[in-house]
């Protein structure tokens, strides 16, 4: 049985087990009481749990007097773009996000378009599990729900935000793997609408999901394929909800999910330079190709709701994650792959570069992660273990924002508990990559579960 | 509201205030239960115009998709009409979402098998059991089946009405129909029907937004503006029903109502003149069942009160039509379900084909005069008012089989329990209106005796 996260990311499990319609109605309750009722925005990415947990979600939602505006199957930061637009006080996400198609899972996000913040998720999560949530009567209640268009708003967004006339004229082909998510009813449309000619995978969004979600090295085979035969200027591997973003370069090679960060960093900084956010786990290549640019570097713990809070609290100019999420501040604060293209395609543009001769341009700095399955009741224990373990080192500079993060002058190795899964992720970086197997393999044995 | 407790959980279904009582998280709970307890498979629902209709519509379908089931949306439509589809679309069930002529603050799941029939007794508790010992099915995300919404299913049961009971003949078209759906279900099945069937329709309280234009029950008292419409456009007949389309109430030519007890009479003598059998009617209906029933030689068999009770009895005895008092008509032939637009069909042909008024039509049942009183209890204390009736009424040869109902000299009262709210009903029938109501208010003051005394 796969366990049921509750966090302040949101509630997220396997549908079939933990996620029940019960659970669900009683989360999205909790939510509308805690916005105090309103209008609230409702999309969901295609996974086949979607339509179940939408009216779960929509019921709870109603019966604390909420005023439900249904999306339909739209990226995620569509849905944050159009809670301002709106006016709604509110919106929830329903998207397994890069999680295996098996999962679901709901993200809250507040009257500004952004996550809850961590404190705010904290509330909910109280209100929640007090139980007690005022409920409409019968003459205050929602008697339909509404339905809006969130995608053609993201489109106009974005066309006003980046100069798609500079980017028409380089006329790019495309390669995009949608992965048969969200991604499929807005990214196309969105290089289209940029001049480019777009080779689409996976794009039907009826189908079912043919690879995992999440953009890596591993899922980017079939972009690979297509940027080969369809001599493709770059591809793009997409997760399931529009948060996060791998890449391929112009001769099939396909680039971490790290990388999108520190391009999307370089990118941003050529045009306007200014402070920069990123989660302590993420590649030190975000510091070095900041201070190429003379830009600081804030570190947040892992997770969106932090980024995009240091995003608005230190007026960044970009933000993101190693997960291959970035966040372009112009458009707004909040991880979106498809203002990323269009940040990325803008700078490709002006600086007349091939994506490898920009990847060659970076410093290097080698990765290596893993993931390692802890059962729930383990996970903290096996942490707090390992925190002992290594407390008395010499040499080292312990950072204990989220989980433990050890660096040495040559490399650093970051040990946390997964926010969405119960997995302890381990992640070394170091100047070559046999150094940063040793750090990894060094913090795994100490690591007791 | 909030004080007095309101959820009703019985083989009738769960039923409940919307903000209080009925609560999202529950109904999902017992759909994914119904869900569980036909096996999963294809489910019909439909609801009345009530403003929490959406609200648990969307709770019941979160429930049905988690266990399983592939959803069958017939969105607003009379509850007939869902028991109509599930047996035409083949279904192992089905849900109304209806609280029928409760006011609108409550709403209800009322759950219908592969058969077309509300669960009843033995199906009820079945169901019950699942929904206590909380083991639903679940089915993974992978297995799950989007909603369908079905657009024609008052389409196709006007067409199943007209078809199993014929249009009018040619004498019958020049009819003139008021119908006063009250702002319910019928508001899209009732002047569909009369117009299908070849004769004129003119509609009031056409508005299905939820918010009760009239008290729900088609009784006598909430129907003076229907009066007024059938005197104002020269009708021959009013119709009204309650809010979820399954009752019936009929007004005659001068805008008077017949009293929905003879909803059962008039349509049963139309279809006995044609095909006698048997009748079956619950304990409670006037016994002008019985007068009409013996001039066709009829057989009536009497029943516990509510809809699933009859629809076994009428099984049972092979029964050609059935019905309650309250102007509930099932006839087999069309849709084993009270179905108002079934009981304006027959009432209709019978008009045509006899060539009389409904006051003429309704004359020789004058001497059947029910009253009807009720008043608060909460459960517990019904439970104990219907011992000590039993008790203190022993030597008056009561009938035990639905609460206690006694014949006297002049007629008959019985003082049962409702199956769907926290009252005590007193319903009594004797040859005048005073008789009835003199027999209902003395059983009434029994009651209340029987209610002061103490537990000792």
């Known amino acids: 049985m796969e366990p049921l996260k509750i966090g302040i990311t949101g509630v997220r499990g396997v549908v079939g087990q933990t996620l029940t319609p019960d659970l669900v109605v009683r989360f999205a309750e909790a939510f509308g009481a805690y916005l105090d009722g309103g209008r609230v925005l409702v999309c969901r990415d295609p996974r086949p749990s979607g339509p179940m947990v939408q009216a779960a979600v929509t019921a709870g939602l109603m019966s604390v007097g909420c005023e439900v505006v249904d999306l339909g199957v739209c990226p995620t930061p569509s849905l944050q773009l159009a809670v301002p637009w709106l006016g709604a006080s509110g919106g929830v996400s329903i998207t397994g996000g890069h999680n295996p198609p098996e999962w679901n899972a709901l993200k809250f996000v507040r009257g500004d378009g952004l996550y809850l913040s961590a404190v705010q998720g904290e509330e909910l999560l109280d209100v929640f599990h007090q139980g007690a949530v005022e409920r409409a009567g019968w003459d205050r209640l929602a008697t339909a729900v509404a339905h809006e268009d969130a995608v053609s708003h993201h489109l106009e967004v974005l066309t006003a935000a980046f100069e798609t006339e500079a980017i028409g004229a380089r006329r790019l082909r495309v390669a995009v793997d949608c992965g048969n998510g969200s991604c499929a009813v807005l990214v196309p449309r969105w290089l289209t609408a940029l001049g480019c000619e777009v080779l689409p995978i996976n794009d039907d969004p009826s189908l079912p999901f043919p690879r995992l979600p999440e953009p890596s090295i591993a899922t980017a085979s079939q972009a690979r394929a297509v940027v080969r035969a369809g001599k493709a200027d770059l591809g793009l591997v997409l997760d399931a909800d529009g948060e996060r973003m791998s890449l391929v370069d112009e001769t099939a090679q396909p680039l971490s999910e790290e990388l999108t960060l520190p391009l999307a960093v370089e990118a941003a900084l050529s045009r306007n330079v200014g402070p920069v956010v990123t989660n302590v786990s993420t590649t030190g290549l975000v510091e070095r190709v900041a201070a190429a640019h003379g830009a600081r570097v804030v570190r947040t713990p892992v997770g969106q709701a932090y980024v995009s809070q240091a995003i608005v609290e230190h007026h960044a100019v970009v933000g993101g994650e190693g997960n291959g999420g970035v966040a372009v501040p112009t458009v707004h604060a909040t991880h979106d792959s498809a203002a990323t293209i269009g940040l990325l395609l803008g700078h490709m543009a002006s600086r007349k570069r091939a994506l490898s001769q920009l990847v060659a341009a970076l410093p290097t700095l080698a990765v290596r992660k893993i993931a390692i399955p802890v059962p729930p009741s383990l996970l903290y224990s096996a942490l707090a273990e390992f925190r002992e373990a290594v407390s008395a080192l010499e040499g080292v500079t312990a950072d204990h924002t989220d989980g433990v993060k050890l660096s040495w002058p040559d490399g650093w190795v970051h040990v946390r508990a997964s926010n969405t899964q119960s997995l302890v992720r381990i992640i070394a970086e170091a100047e070559d990559a046999s150094r940063a197997q040793e750090l990894l393999d060094w913090a795994r044995e100490r690591l007791k579960a | ?456």
């Open chain 2, 1 to 456: 509201m909030k004080a007095i407790p309101t959820l009703k959980i019985s083989i009738s279904g769960v039923r409940g205030v919307v903000g209080d009582s009925l609560t999202p998280e529950m109904v999902a709970r017992f759909a994914q239960a119904f869900g569980t307890y036909v096996g999963g498979g294809r489910v019909v629902i439909g609801r009345d115009p009530r403003t929490s209709g959406e609200m648990v519509r969307q709770a019941v379908v979160a429930g049905l998709v988690s266990s399983g089931c592939r959803v069958s949306d017939l969105g607003v439509c009379p509850t007939p009409t869902v028991q109509l589809l599930v047996r035409q679309l083949g279904a192992r069930g089905g849900i109304a979402i209806t609280a029928s002529h409760n006011p609108p603050e409550w709403n209800a799941l009322k759950f219908v098998g592969g058969d077309g029939l509300f669960l009843g007794p033995a199906r009820g508790r079945e169901l019950l059991d699942i929904y206590h010992q909380g083991q639903y099915a679940k089915v993974p995300g992978s297995t799950q089946r989007s909603p369908e919404r079905i657009e024609d299913a008052v389409e196709r049961h006007v067409r199943a009405v007209v078809e199993g009971i014929g249009p009018l003949p040619k004498g019958g078209k020049g009819l003139v129909v008021a119908v006063d759906p009250g702002g319910g279900a019928a508001c899209v099945a009732a002047s569909r029907l009369v117009e299908a069937i070849g004769a004129k329709a003119v509609a009031i309280h056409t508005t299905a937004d939820g918010r009760f234009p009239r008290p729900a029950e088609p009784i006598p008292e909430n129907l003076g503006a229907l009066g007024d419409a059938v005197r104002k456009n020269g009708a021959d007949v009013g119709f009204a029903q309650d809010m979820d389309g399954d009752r019936l109430a009929v007004v005659d030519a001068q805008g008077q109502p017949i009293g929905e007890e003879l909803t059962l009479v008039l349509a049963a003598e139309q279809v006995l003149a044609h095909t006698p059998g048997p009748v079956v009617a619950n304990l409670a209906t006037t016994d002008a069942v019985e007068a009409m029933a013996s001039r066709y030689g009829a057989e009536v068999t009497r029943t516990r009160i509510g809809e699933a009770h009859v629809a076994e009895g009428m099984r049972r005895s092979g029964a050609v039509i059935g019905g309650e008092g309250n102007g509930g008509v099932l006839y087999p032939r069309v849709n084993f379900a009270r179905d108002s637009l079934v009981g304006m069909a027959l009432i209709l042909h019978r008009l045509s084909e006899t060539g009389r008024s409904v006051a003429e039509l309704a004359a020789p049942y004058d001497g059947f005069r029910v009253v009807k009183l009720q008043r608060h209890c909460p459960v517990d204390r019904a439970r104990v008012l219907i011992e000590r009736a039993r008790e203190a009424w022993a030597d008056r040869s009561p009938d035990l089989r639905d609460g206690v109902k006694v014949r006297t000299s002049e007629g008959w009262y019985i003082v049962r329990p409702s199956n769907t709210e926290p009252i005590v009903r007193v319903i009594a029938e004797a040859s005048t209106e005073s008789a009835a109501r003199a027999l209902a208010e003395r059983a009434e003051a029994e009651v209340e005796t029987l209610l002061g005394l103490s537990s000792a």
